[in-house]
């Protein structure tokens, strides 16, 4: 009697499935596990007493998490919204350049180059309210004699971590939306042209319509970056001072290892991720309908 | 009044210069034909004019007034293009209404406008359709809808008709033509059919390399084209141009072979002249099959080797052997024919053409 003996394919990817199961699936299911329990690094056996949604309902009524997923959710609102400006100002102008376009296209993806904890840190010195560049700058222009406390008044830093994401991550919607102007046939515009559109009614007619799922593809990446932001703040101000630009990430990691509550982090961590699937989902549905908008084949 | 008319016109993309000062005038509401073969300018010439390609020297005028830095929008023309250029995220209303809406013109102003257009070329059950989920023709059409809705003053067509299909285009030519006698717009239409060109147009312009060759009507340029390459261009099969000398008021072809010179060019020659002959294949027959023998007829009986024959049901093309050269005649009420048998053929001299082989002009007075 022969034995069963499972597909060969099956057997050769086993080796792969397994490291894959350990290094991924089990931590997942276990934080997903853990965020049920009153899970304490300091007492590990609390990892087996199961609260049910205990976590999640005291996460609800949290209004120190609350204020981090609403300051999140704006920054991800304000950030991608000039990012996207931008990035399509600059794609519009890169795409006019007669010479030297490949040189921009490279220098304009330095940015994406910087490991972001680097990003974080020149900032960091550059909005120092003593020897920062920015004020240096202010000053010697004769703009103020004070010293602006970039990284300590709330509102102000967290302009100074906009400014940072934006300065970090502009690219890849210029990148994204150049792609896109390169790969636009040129005979509607000329049409339009034709038809009796000024540029700007060219671009809000024609061009914008049919770059629009790359700006959301663009959107779709950064939308999830943004969401888990946290190592440009984790640098900068490290959610201070006093909690001012707490985001959901500096939060969830807090709680975490400052206080050791891993279940209730893990907790939110999982609210945290339902908000980049809730934006991910958003955009990935404005993406598919302007593709079917322009009819894109791809 | 759109009299457009080209003065001196050049087009240089940088260092190369393109179109070398070609003058045109055309004249409200006539239909012109731009033909000429491939990267000759044709599409340069007609985006200059478009306004969309920048003039490098000369002038452009528009209904008497120079346009030449105008942007596209203040000349008020409508474009076909090549590729149709339709906008892939409109419907094909939204598509014809577009220069409407852009106009300022409301809604249920622009509406009427459209269904207008859609029912004079059969677009009616289309409109709610975008360009994507639409054949070549039905593109082709709403690209036509698209300019016709503008009402210009002046058309231009970009080889409009190269994308469809021998049955659709012969169709659409015919729309053509109607729309023409409609709107009484005046039409610069580039093509690189010349049946195109000979049906639809009251005047056309041949170009080649940049300058104008000839500039007449349908009949003018078949009849009389001025150069060996006008001759060569209009024409289907084309002419048979072939080398000869002159010598003893006779035509002596490469190998030796000898025609008469045709009676109108005997004063135009002088002995020892290059020349080229021009013959076209209607006036080249096997006798008793040929268009026409009239009282003016100057017939030359030659007996010619058949070498090949392209029957096409109501003619035949019969190629034949003379003057160390292939000659391509056309056989009327056809019977078959075997390569290889020789007969009687009639060269109808008084159709020929003369040509200086240097200058390729023609010696006609
Ligand atoms: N952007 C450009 N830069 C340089 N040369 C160009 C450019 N566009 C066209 N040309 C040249 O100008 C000449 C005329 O081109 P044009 O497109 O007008 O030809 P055409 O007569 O329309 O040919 P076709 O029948 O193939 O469409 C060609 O030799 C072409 O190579
Ligand atoms: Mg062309």
Redesign the interface.
Known sequence: MKGWRPPAPFLLLLPAILVLAAVVIVPLILSLYSSFTPFRLTQPASLYMFVGFRNYARILTDLEFWTAFGRTVLLLTVALNVEMLLGLGLAMLVEKATRGQRLLRTIMMFPMMFSPILVGFQFKFMFNDNIGLVNNALQSLGLTDQAIPWLIDGTLAFTAILIAEVWSSTSVFAILILAGLLAM?K??I?????????PW?TFR??TW??IMPFAYIAMTIRSLDVARAYDIVKIMTDGGPAKRTELLWTLVSRTAYADARMGLANAMAYVAILLSILFTVYFYRKLAAART???AEW | MATVSLEKLVKRYGAVEVVHGIDLEVADREFIALVGPSGCGKSTTLRMI???EPISGGNLKIGGKIVNDL???SRN???V?Q???????MTVRENMG??LK??GQKPEEIAPQVEEAAKTLDLTHLLDR???QLSGGQRQRVAMG?AIV?NPEVFLFDEPLSNLDAKLRTQMRVEIKKLHAKVQSTVIYVTHDQVEAMTLADRIVIMRDGYIEQVGTPEDVFQRPQSKFVAGFIGSPPMNLKDAEVADGQLVFENGDRLPLPARFRERVTAGQKVTFGLRPDDLYPAGHGIHSGEDADVHDQDLRVILTEPLGNETLVFSDFGGAEWVGRMLNPRRLTPGDTLPFCFDLSQAHLFDRDSGRTLRG
């Open positions: 046939p005979e509607p000329e049409a339009a042209r034709v038809d009796g559109c000024t009614q007619y024609v319509p049919f908008q322009i009819a | 478009a306004g969309l942007p596209p929008r023309l409508a474009m293009f590729s149709y250029a339709l906008y892939p995220h577009f220069s852009i106009a975008r360009p994507s698209r503008r």
